[in-house]
Every structure is written in structure tokens, then in C-alpha cells.
T-cell receptor, first 112, second 112 residues
Framework: EDKVVQSPLSLVVHEGDTVTLNCSYEVTNFRSLLWYKQEKKAPTFLFMLTSSGIEKKSGRLSSILDKKELFSILNITATQTGDSAIYLCALETTSGTYKYIFGTGTRLKVLA | DGGITQSPKYLFRKEGQNVTLSCEQNLNHDAMYWYRQDPGQGLRLIYYSQIVNDFQKGDIAEGYSVSREKKESFPLTVTSAQKNPTAFYLC???????????FGDGTRLSIL
């Protein structure tokens, strides 16, 4: 059965800290791995990863994929209170048709 | 501005009643999806559609029905057979494979 597991489930840090969020997976037909940020309502897209070892970066956020060990990490440096959100990891899988499988998310709270 | 519109934002269902959640997109995306989000459970796929007049069941389709008569629209009906409908419902769309999903702002459904 296809599965996506995120850890930790929740995390509380102080402004300026660096955090690392984990996403491990078991998927039959891997196509891509995506990270989203959900603050109140609609998740917003952060990164899409398809190849191992290539870091994607956007400001203070970065992410990398390891297709051999079947995991991805999302790093946030110099955290700010605006980074407080649920971070969702999703796998795109193709088994005839394609669809996305989401993890449970990591709830991050950044304290001032 | 292109985007996904979900309505209503809040919905209350009486015992034995069917209710329909609206999802409209003007992004010209082929694929559309419905997810249910419960606390601590991430996003679970209810139904998805990759082209007009075609849709597939997701992981938790029981008690739900959909239609895809137009490219722009993918309404979700929560039937009386769904015994625990209280949740946050998110609609998403994507242009195709290997592309991120765009999400609506969600509908929060509660039982009266």
C-alpha cells in the first residue's frame, strides 16, 4: 500500500531557529514529491522534486529528495513567525491514472 | 485572476440530507480533485477526475458522489450515507502530470 509519513507531527521553535521537516514514503510508481504550506485555508505550493540529490531553494526554504532511501527533507533557516503553518508532503503516483497521496503534515509554530 | 473557487465557505447538514459542495476553476486545468481534511490526518483523496465526463474513486469515496460535466466544474455531493461528514473539504486542480496542484479555500461542513 502506498504510504507517506511525515515527522515530527508538530514542532515549536523560536524565531531564528533552523528546522528540518521529514517526509518518508513507500510508493509503487513514484513520479514526483511535492511540498505545500497550509496556513489557514488553501495549501500553497512550495517545491516539486523529481530527481535525487538536487536541492531546490527559495529564500530561507530548501528541499532535497533521496530516491534511494525514500525520503525528502524541507529545511527552513532563520525561522519567522510567518512560517507558522502546517507543512504537507505529497507524492504523485501513477498506476494507470495519476494521483497524489498526502502525508499527515507537520504543524510548525514559531514563537516570537 | 485565475483560480479555484469553492462555495459555500461553511455548510451545515441535517440528518438524512444530501448536500453539494461547489468547485469551479478558470485555470483551464484538465484534472480536478476532492480531498477531506480531518485534524491530524492530512488530506485524504475522495474523488478525482482527469478529463471531462470521467472520474475515479479515491481512498474514501463511500458516501460521496461527483460529476464532471464541464471542464471548469467538479461538484461534490455528500450523501446521507456518509455518517461522519464533519470535516474541511478542499478542491484542487492541476494542468497535468508532474505539475503541482492549485487549491481552493475550502468548505467547512458540520452536522446540525
Amino acid at each position: 500500500e502506498d504510504k507517506v509519513v511525515q515527522s515530527p507531527l508538530s514542532l515549536v521553535v523560536h524565531e531564528g531557529d533552523t528546522v528540518t521537516l521529514n517526509c518518508s514514503y513507500e510508493v509503487t510508481n513514484f513520479r514526483s514529491l511535492l511540498w505545500y504550506k497550509q496556513e489557514k485555508k488553501a495549501p500553497t505550493f512550495l517545491f516539486m522534486l523529481t530527481s535525487s540529490g538536487i536541492e531546490k531553494k527559495s529564500g530561507r526554504l530548501s528541499s532535497i529528495l533521496d530516491k534511494k532511501e525514500l525520503f525528502s527533507i524541507l529545511n527552513i533557516t532563520a525561522t519567522q513567525t510567518g512560517d507558522s503553518a502546517i507543512y504537507l508532503c505529497a507524492l504523485e503516483t501513477t498506476s494507470g491514472t495519476y494521483k497524489y497521496i498526502f502525508g499527515t503534515g507537520t504543524r510548525l509554530k514559531v514563537l516570537a | 485572476d485565475g483560480g479555484i473557487t469553492q462555495s459555500p465557505k461553511y455548510l451545515f447538514r441535517k440528518e438524512g440530507q444530501n448536500v453539494t459542495l461547489s468547485c469551479e476553476q478558470n485555470l483551464n486545468h484538465d484534472a480536478m480533485y476532492w480531498y477531506r481534511q480531518d485534524p491530524g490526518q492530512g488530506l485524504r483523496l475522495i474523488y478525482y477526475s482527469q478529463i471531462v465526463n470521467d472520474f475515479q474513486k479515491g481512498d474514501i469515496a463511500e458516501g460521496y458522489s461527483v460529476s464532471r460535466e464541464k471542464k471548469e466544474s467538479f461538484p461534490l455531493t455528500v450523501t446521507s450515507a456518509q455518517k461522519n461528514p464533519t470535516a474541511f473539504y478542499l478542491c484542487a486542480s492541476s494542468i497535468g502530470r508532474n505539475q503541482p496542484q492549485h487549491f481552493g479555500d475550502g468548505t467547512r461542513l458540520s452536522i446540525l
